[in-house]
Nanobody, 121 residues
Framework: QVQLVESGGGLVQAGGSLSLSCLAS????????MGWYRQAPGKQRELVAT???????TYADSVKGRFTISRDNAKNTVLLQMNSLKPEDTAVYYC???????????????WGQGTQVTVSS
């Protein structure tokens, strides 16, 4: 089993910055993609950013140029630096990791518990 624990959420004024981190722990063999989704009240969960084990990243159009995703493979950690935050960024942010157990070829997606980000206008 793999556990993901997020930290770094909170309340910030519009235009401010927050940094989220997510640590994967447990019986880790191989992690491929890691990333972040978010879900605002009454809305579907949406992809925010992803990063491969090689460091290639993709972003939702709504956060391009404002958010930066990074990871430390040695520490099984993924970070999300959020700048120029807007009220519409308010949501619960969930990290995920695609993990392949030893002896298998299939990746399993694990999720964190979520961390609240609130941006006031």
């Amino acid at each position: 089993q793999v556990q993901l624990v997020e930290s770094g959420g909170g309340l910030v004024q519009a235009g401010g910055s927050l940094s989220l981190s997510c640590l994967a722990s447990g019986s880790i063999f191989s992690i491929n993609d890691m990333g972040w989704y978010r879900q605002a009240p009454g809305k579907q969960r949406e992809l925010v950013a992803t990063i491969t084990s090689g460091g290639s990243s993709t972003y939702a159009d709504s956060v391009k140029g404002r958010f930066t995703i990074s990871r430390d493979n040695a520490k099984n950690t993924v970070l999300l630096q959020m700048n120029s935050l807007k009220p519409e960024d308010t949501a619960v942010y969930y990290c995920y990791a695609d993990h392949r157990p030893s002896g298998t070829l299939r990746y399993i997606r694990y999720w964190g518990q979520g961390t609240q980000v609130t941006v006031s206008s």
